[in-house]
């Protein structure tokens, strides 16, 4: 997992890299570089993925059937890997999304202020 | 599915994918660094930037990679390259750990097999937990299993309740009989008729018994059974075989059935004949029979020795002549076959496992100097950026690369150590391991045990590295370099696997010492005959006008060159037989006791040169029609006729179903009747001419060569008869080394494999104190340099040796008091402390501990100082 945390970036949860990369996928096909900068920028510089942790991860999803791979020369006519979801990425893009929401709530739970 | 399927796409294609993989991880640097650039930073920075960021280009690739799964297969591959590689390049390492390891793991395979073989195995019958062998037992003597007599059985099994099946029979018989031109001896057992139902075992021709063999056996024609041996062997597998007649000595037998080959029992038995014929059924006193019963389904061992128990009480009762104090003993049938190796072969099994922790011990150690010596290689290879469980896993493909090599000599050194094993018993079927022998194979059990003994191998091999790698920190390695700085701690874990070797060596050895002198001793048992030159042989007789042949053939044999004296005894050897006597007039007040019984002619006691103590011997006088007489041996006098003259007294015998009473006319010196473990025991003789055994057994003193008088004898008794069969021959010498030829093996088993624990164990101390040596050299340099004398670094290393070399004898020898209690069954008048042999093996390893640290300690003090400094 990418593990860079200097000043306020943060660890990216055990497992919650697989959940973020779905994610970025949803809107659209995208190559490791362009996912790592989107996570970047949407987390406002606070998340980092490292390449050590992305490309694993990647082929990892690749291998699962989660994600389809295809190379494509990219608006800056750059030849690429893009990887975009497919029908058992999006239901698991769902499943990890409900349970996701299900663990804030709960985190937002246990952890406001007590009542007096 | 599909993810299978991918994973093996990603293997067909794994160079292609490789590419892809560099492809798309370049093309990242190549799209950062220009995107870098676009932001204004100059095409070198930006580069570099890209690469920073990015990290170790080869790791990224190599992690992930491993997301592709088959990687650990492809990396697994070049770990075994690697490991044999390795391997190969350190063949000192690699050969000695392989060897050992096959010692180690061949003799504990070769022992278990036989264990498997004898004590594991479930008998080859239906429901075998079903058999039990019922013996006859009386506390009020010895308590040890007795055989049954014919009476007693028909009374257990006509009154009992729990057992299917209960059958009798009595082996080690001998039937001739005409199956080609010359008449043969074949070995048989007689068997009541439901012999082959009790053990659950239909004949593959033919048919079993039935009740109407036994109890008429019309003269001279009887029904016989046929062995697959019998029938392979010596009737060419004849598929006609049933109701063949076959001539015998007292007329004709037909064969009624052959039995499959898995059926051997009574194990030398090559025919079956029913017993029980001609008033047998009446003996009471005399117990020669062996009772084998099927429980009923769902009765328990305890219920049916409580019911024969009740029987047995009644019998006594009934029958206090014969039967007051006996009782029963059932013990399940598996047992009973086993009774007499079981201890041994347990003993055995926990020799071996010393030797296999040995090898392990050893070879641990020395696993752990080439970890140390591989070090910097693992340093190396950590800060390169291999992880440290890719790290494990190599060194695991190593351990086991070495455990696989190892199993594989060491099923190989099984195979051919059980045939050795065998080969130092001689194959006759009363020794109890011999029973054995078909039973040892390599099956599913001693595979499992194999595999378990070689895991275990791998597991300590691997293990032992790995935890001395663990504890290596990176840095500190890489700045000692070769990790040279010396510490106490690193040693330790070697000394103790050192001392561990000792220790289990020293057990090993102890108990090698102890039977070897349990053996010596055997050897020197008085036997109260001289056997050089004694020569025993099976005596035919024709079936008519015995007595007559028998005087011819004897006055021939006498007359032959190269015999000296010659007779005839009624066991084939000294004093088997057992029957119950009393005293005439002043009978003894436990009942009536077994004394052991031989008929024998007059010259017997001079062919085996018996001292006459009191009385006289037989002579003419004792002819068939005079008074009956007998002769005791001294035994038996000083026993029942404590501080009296039994000369003249009268001793009756229970002689089948009479009571004799016979006049005592002499006492002779004593004869070892059995192994040289058993006393001497009481012994009645009486002459042959009053009292003819139905089998007879001719034992002659030779002057010359065995072999030529055995063969000049057989032709003077085929020149009184023909037609007779020729019989076993033995020398005495050849028998008594037979008696003591199970406790050889033992004490061969026990040499070889203290033998191999010395060995190992000099080995360990060698090794270790050649890698203290090496690694001490600088500061053994160093003292050398400031004026040390090289006899002061001598004592130095070899003190500390004799040191460890002590702690692991004591704790030995602590262990050997204990474990050596276990083995007193195996042990002949020594005591299983026997501190003379204790003290004998301690010294011993110490010596063998001494010279092995001495060596390489004498080269530490002959180094050069300057060269050894220099090599830093």
């Known amino acids: ?32 570089l362009a996912i790592a900068q989107t996570i970047r920028s949407r987390s406002e510089d606070l998340l980092k993925i490292e390449a050590g942790s992305l490309y694993p991860a990647l082929h990892r999803l690749e291998q699962q059937g989660w994600l389809a791979a295809e190379w494509k020369t990219s608006d800056k006519g750059q030849r690429a890997k893009y990887y975009r979801l497919t029908r058992e990425g999006r239901k698991q893009h769902l499943a990890e999304q409900s349970k996701w929401q299900r663990l804030l709530k709960a985190i937002h739970l246990v952890m406001r202020p007590t009542e007096e | 599915m599909q993810r299978l399927w991918n994973r093996l796409k990603a293997l067909l294609y794994r160079r292609r994918k490789d590419q892809d993989l560099h492809d798309e991880l370049s093309a990242h640097l190549q799209m950062d660094a220009e995107e870098r650039m676009e932001s204004g930073l100059a095409p070198e920075e930006a580069r570099h930037a890209a690469r920073r ?19 650990t297969l492809e990396q697994l591959l070049q770990d075994l390259r690697y490991g044999l590689r390795n391997l190969w ?46 013996h006859s037992v009386n506390h009020t003597q010895d308590g040890t299993p007795r055989n049954a007599s014919p009476a007693d059985f028909r009374d257990w099994q006509e009154e009992s309740t729990s057992f299917e099946q209960m059958a009798g029979y009595s082996g080690a018989a001998l039937l001739v009989a005409w199956i080609g031109e010359r008449p043969e001896t074949i070995p048989i057992a007689r068997v009541t008729w439901n012999f082959f139902q009790t053990f659950g075992v239909v004949p593959l021709l033919g048919h079993g018994f039935e009740e109407s063999d036994e109890l008429n056996p019309a003269a001279g024609s009887m029904n016989i059974v046929l062995s697959h041996r019998a029938w392979r062997a010596r009737f060419g597998s004849d598929p006609a075989i049933v109701g063949r007649k076959i001539k015998v000595t007292y007329g004709s037998a037909t064969v009624v059935g052959v039995m499959p080959p898995e059926f051997r029992f009574p194990d030398d038995a090559e025919i079956w004949i029913p017993i029980g014929c001609c008033g047998e059924m009446n003996l009471r006193a005399t117990r020669y029979w062996r009772v084998v019963g099927r429980l009923h389904d769902g009765t328990s061992l305890e219920a049916a020795r409580g019911e024969l128990e009740s029987i047995a009480e009644r019998l006594a009762a009934q029958y206090p002549k014969d039967n007051k104090n006996w009782s029963v003993l059932v013990i399940p049938f598996a047992q009973h076959l086993v009774s007499d190796v079981r201890q041994a072969l347990w003993i ?14 050893n070879v641990a150690g020395l696993t752990l100097v080439r970890s140390a010596s591989r070090r910097r290689e693992m340093a190396v290879r950590l800060a390169l950026g291999a992880s440290r469980l890719r790290l494990i896993r190599q060194l695991f493909v190593e351990g086991l690369l070495v455990s696989l090599a190892s199993t594989a000599g060491g099923l190989l050194l099984a195979r051919w150590s059980t045939d050795a094993f065998f080969r130092l018993l001689p194959q006759t079927s009363w020794i109890p391991l011999v029973r054995f022998r078909d039973g040892v194979q390599l099956d599913v059990a001693v595979l499992l045990f194999t595999i378990f003994i070689s895991t275990v191998t791998a597991i300590v091999l691997t293990l032992t590295p790995v935890v001395d790698s663990l504890k290596l920190a990176l840095a500190e390695s890489v700045r000692t370099g070769s990790g040279k700085v010396q510490s106490s701690r690193e040693h330790r874990v070697y000394k103790v696997l050192v001392v561990a070797q000792l220790a289990c060596a020293i057990v090993l ?26 020569i025993i042989m099976g005596f035919p007789q024709p079936a ?22 010659a007779a005839l005894m009624s066991s084939p050897r000294f004093g088997q037989l057992n029957f119950p006597m009393n005293i005439e007039n002043k009978p003894l007040l436990t009942g009536d006791v077994v004394a052991r019984y031989s008929s024998v002619t007059s010259d017997y006691f001079r062919v085996l040169k018996l001292r006459l103590i009191a009385g006289r011997l037989f002579d003419e006088r004792d002819s068939a029609k005079a008074p009956g007489v007998i002769m005791i041996n001294e035994r038996l006098a000083r026993e029942f006729f404590p501080g009296e003259d039994p000369i003249g007294r009268k001793i009756v015998l229970a002689y089948n179903d009479q009571r004799l009473s016979r006049a005592i006319v002499g006492v002779v010196s004593d004869v070892r009747q059995d192994g040289p473990r058993e006393p001497v025991r009481p012994e009645v003789l009486v002459h042959w001419p009053q009292a003819p055994w139905l ?61 191999v624990a010395v060995a190992l164990a000099a080995l360990g101390v060698y090794g270790l104190f050649a890698y203290i040596v090496g690694r001490r050299m600088n500061e053994l340099a160093i003292r050398v340099a400031v004026g040390d004398r090289r006899s ?19 704790l030995g020898l602590l262990g050997t008091m204990i474990l050596t209690r276990l083995m007193r069954s195996l042990l002949f008048e020594v005591s299983p402390n026997d501190a003379l042999t204790l003290a004998g093996v301690a010294l011993l390893l110490l010596a063998v501990a001494f010279t092995a640290c001495y060596i390489p300690a004498r080269r530490a003090a002959k180094t050069d100082p300057v060269a050894a400094l220099r090599h830093e």
Request: aromatic share 6%; hydrophobic share 50%; proline share 5%.
């Open chain 2, 53 to 71: 960021d990015f990290g170790n280009v080869l790791l990224v690739a190599e992690d992930t990679r491993g997301a592709w799964g088959w990687i």
């Open chain 1, 1 to 32: 997992m990418a593990i860079k945390s200097h000043e306020n970036r943060i660890d990216v949860l055990q497992g919650t890299l697989d959940m973020l990369i779905l994610q970025i996928l949803q809107r659209g096909p995208r190559h490791g």
């Open chain 2, 89 to 134: 390049n350190r063949p000192a390492f690699t050969g000695i750990a392989i060897l050992t390891l096959a010692v180690g793991i061949g003799a504990s395979t070769a022992i278990f097999s036989v264990v498997n073989a004898a004590l594991l195995r479930p008998l080859p019958y239906p429901q075998p937990d079903q058999l039990v062998a019922v």
């Open chain 2, 509 to 534: 050895l102890a108990g090698a010492g102890l039977l070897i002198r349990s053996f010596v001793r055997m050897l020197n048992v008085e036997n109260g005959y001289d056997p050089r030159g004694l």
């Open chain 2, 695 to 755: 089998a007879a057994t001719l034992v002659m003193r030779a002057k010359e060569d065995a072999g030529t008088v055995q063969r000049a004898v057989q032709q003077a008794i085929w020149s009184v008869d023909r037609n007779l069969p020729a019989y076993p021959t033995q020398t005495m010498e050849e028998a008594l080394s037979s008696q003591v030829a199970t406790p050889r093996l033992y004490m061969i088993l026990f040499g070889v494999f203290s033998a």
């Open chain 2, 544 to 565: 008519q006008n015995q007595k007559a042949f028998i005087d011819e053939a004897l006055e021939r044999i006498k007359a032959t060159p190269g015999v000296e004296s």
């Open chain 2, 792 to 810: 002061t670094i001598v004592r130095l290393i070899v003190g500390e040796g004799i040191r460890l070399s002590i702690t692991g004898i004591l």
């Open chain 2, 348 to 361: 055995l099994m926990g020799a071996v496992s010393f030797v296999i922790l040995i090898a392990c011990a």
